[in-house]
Nanobody, 121 residues
Framework: QVQLVESGGGLVQAGGSLRLSCAAS????????MGWYRQAPGKQRELVAT???????NYADSVKGRFAISRDNAKNTVYLQMNSLKPEDTGVYYC???????????????WGQGTQVTVSS
């Protein structure tokens, strides 16, 4: 069981930047994937960016070149640097953790409570 706490959301004008942080605690295993998902009102939750402990990253096409995910494995923390923000980036951003394991039941995801990001035009 892993607990995730996000921070760093807020209101920003289009073209501005925000940096989100997510600190993990609990039964954390070194081999894992952490990342960010977001959900706008009336829309499905979508992947934003993920990163394995080994440094492999995956980004949504809509954020490539603007967002950057990073990790501090020693601190069990993942970050999302968001630049050139657009109004369509508005939504609740959720931190995600998933253990890498040979057993499916050990790979169930953990989610944070979410942090609101609002981009005004």
């Amino acid at each position: 069981q892993v607990q995730l706490v996000e921070s760093g959301g807020g209101l920003v004008q289009a073209g501005g930047s925000l940096r989100l942080s997510c600190a993990a605690s609990g039964s954390i295993f070194s081999d894992n994937t952490m990342g960010w998902y977001r959900q706008a009102p009336g829309k499905q939750r979508e992947l934003v960016a993920t990163m394995t402990n080994g440094g492999y990253t995956n980004y949504a096409d809509s954020v490539k070149g603007r967002f950057a995910i990073s990790r501090d494995n020693a601190k069990n923390t993942v970050y999302l640097q968001m630049n050139s923000l657009k109004p369509e980036d508005t939504g609740v951003y959720y931190c995600n953790y998933q253990r890498s394991s040979a057993y499916l039941w050990q790979r169930l995801p953990s989610w944070g409570q979410g942090t609101q990001v609002t981009v005004s035009s």
